[in-house]
């Protein structure tokens, strides 16, 4: 028995919570779940429960206002561990949160100016995601409820098909840099997404990011840039030097982008000689490959005139613009506000 009251097997402390809310049983084909007449209802999976629902190992169910994971727990002898009340509530929260999100498809699109050097001029945007949900205003926020559904690559697509569809509030016919998450890469549903995609939005320019962690397979990154290639859609290798970045991989599987990592570019104004030098010497080598060499998280005015000398054919961050929902024309050049 689940409610309120202190003889339930799940006491849930909580006003909107019924006396006596749900019943939990066993049968011989698995759990049910069964709403006793509650107040403010049962949920699974976002979906009321009328009667009785069966239960399936990951699915999200909501008493009122607290919300639970079905999962089989394996416990160890050994195990002894407290956790916290509010903790689990703060964690209860966000699930439903993120329920939501995905169920009424709250992702909202901004957008990032991606700027040619040294010119300034917009050419694309990079796609990033954000929300009003309480608790998921951010992308972390977002990816760590998802993280704990197993539903990062669903969450990562309902980004992208947010981008693609909110596109006409973009000026002219800019380049759109769509994200992935690393899981999706050893995964169909990826290439299935991205087909849905081109087959809605024939008109766009579409590059699609792929974090540097992925790119150690090389049979899988073939396989994928050929797909890409018959899509119609560009790649690029986004946080460039932030791990195990390797240049046999990038010759081995080229990209049409290499986005180098903010934390190569941050402070590079006042970085040692020896350091410039390095990084200037990556970007020629990513330059003769017939790569744009593309600079992430420049802030500074500083930082900008170092990476137009180093050679970096593109850049982006916050002196650029920040990621904003709906993006202003500029008369094709960004106005920088630092």
Same mark, same amino acid.
């Given at each position: 028995?689940?409610?309120?009251?202190?003889?339930?097997?799940?006491?849930?402390?909580?006003?909107?919570?019924?006396? =006596?809310? @749900?019943?939990?049983?066993?049968?011989?084909?698995?759990?049910?779940?069964?709403?006793?007449?509650?107040?403010?209802?049962? !949920?699974?999976?976002?979906?009321?429960?009328?009667?009785?629902?069966?239960?399936?190992?990951?699915?999200?169910? *909501?008493?009122?206002?607290?919300?639970?994971?079905?999962?089989?727990?394996?416990?160890?002898? *050994?195990?002894?561990? &407290?956790?916290?009340?509010?903790?689990?509530?703060?964690?209860?929260?966000?699930?439903? *949160?993120?329920? *939501?999100?995905?169920?009424?498809?709250?992702?909202?699109?901004?957008?990032? #100016?991606?700027?040619?050097?040294?010119?300034?001029?917009?050419?694309?945007?990079?796609?990033?995601?954000?929300?009003?949900?309480?608790?998921?205003?951010?992308?972390?926020?977002? !990816?760590?409820?998802?993280?704990?559904?197993?539903?990062?690559?669903?969450?990562?697509?309902?980004?992208?098909?947010?981008?693609?569809?909110?596109?006409?509030?973009?000026?002219? &016919?800019?380049?759109?840099?769509?994200?992935?998450?690393?899981?999706?890469?050893?995964? !169909?549903?990826?290439?299935?997404?991205?087909?849905?995609?081109?087959?809605?939005?024939?008109?766009?320019?579409?590059?699609?990011?792929?974090?540097? @962690?992925?790119?150690?397979?090389?049979?899988?990154?073939?396989?994928?840039?050929?797909?890409?290639?018959?899509?119609?859609?560009?790649? @690029?290798?986004?946080?460039?030097?932030?791990?195990?970045?390797?240049?046999?991989?990038?010759?081995? =599987?080229? #990209?049409?982008?290499?986005?180098?990592?903010?934390?190569?570019?941050?402070?590079?104004?006042?970085?040692?000689?020896?350091?410039?030098?390095?990084?200037?010497?990556?970007?020629?080598?990513?330059?003769?490959?017939?790569?744009?060499?593309?600079?992430?998280?420049?802030?500074?005015?500083?930082?900008?005139?170092?990476?137009?000398?180093?050679?970096?054919?593109?850049?982006?961050?916050?002196?650029?613009?920040?990621?904003?929902?709906? #993006?202003?024309?500029?008369?094709?050049? =960004?106005?920088? !506000?630092?």
């Amino acid at each position: 028995m689940i409610g309120r009251q202190s003889d339930c097997a799940l006491c849930l402390p909580s006003s909107a919570v019924s006396s =006596v809310h @749900a019943e939990i049983v066993e049968r011989e084909n698995g759990l049910y779940v069964i709403d006793l007449n509650s107040t403010n209802g049962t !949920f699974l999976n976002g979906v009321p429960v009328k009667g009785e629902a069966k239960l399936e190992i990951g699915d999200l169910i *909501q008493f009122a206002d607290m919300a639970f994971r079905v999962c089989r727990e394996h416990v160890s002898p *050994q195990r002894n561990q &407290t956790v916290c009340a509010e903790q689990m509530a703060e964690t209860a929260f966000s699930l439903v *949160q993120f329920d *939501q999100l995905i169920t009424q498809q709250s992702v909202i699109p901004h957008y990032q #100016p991606l700027v040619r050097l040294p010119s300034m001029e917009v050419f694309g945007y990079e796609v990033l995601g954000r929300s009003k949900l309480v608790g998921l205003e951010t992308p972390k926020a977002m !990816f760590l409820a998802a993280s704990q559904l197993n539903m990062e690559a669903e969450l990562s697509h309902l980004m992208r098909a947010a981008g693609a569809n909110n596109s006409a509030k973009l000026p002219g &016919t800019p380049a759109l840099y769509l994200n992935t998450h690393p899981s999706e890469v050893v995964e !169909f549903g990826l290439l299935d997404s991205l087909r849905e995609t081109r087959e809605k939005h024939p008109e766009l320019d579409i590059v699609l990011e792929i974090h540097e @962690a992925a790119v150690t397979n090389g049979d899988t990154m073939r396989v994928l840039r050929t797909e890409l290639n018959a899509l119609n859609i560009g790649l @690029a290798y986004d946080d460039f030097g932030a791990g195990q970045s390797r240049l046999r991989d990038i010759i081995d =599987v080229p #990209p049409d982008c290499l986005k180098f990592d903010i934390s190569l570019i941050h402070a590079i104004d006042s970085a040692p000689p020896k350091r410039k030098e390095m990084l200037a010497s990556l970007v020629r080598s990513v330059r003769d490959m017939g790569i744009i060499a593309l600079a992430e998280g420049v802030e500074t005015v500083g930082e900008h005139n170092t990476v137009v000398e180093m050679g970096f054919n593109a850049a982006q961050g916050y002196y650029y613009g920040r990621p904003v929902e709906r #993006p202003v024309p500029h008369g094709g050049e =960004v106005d920088n !506000f630092i």
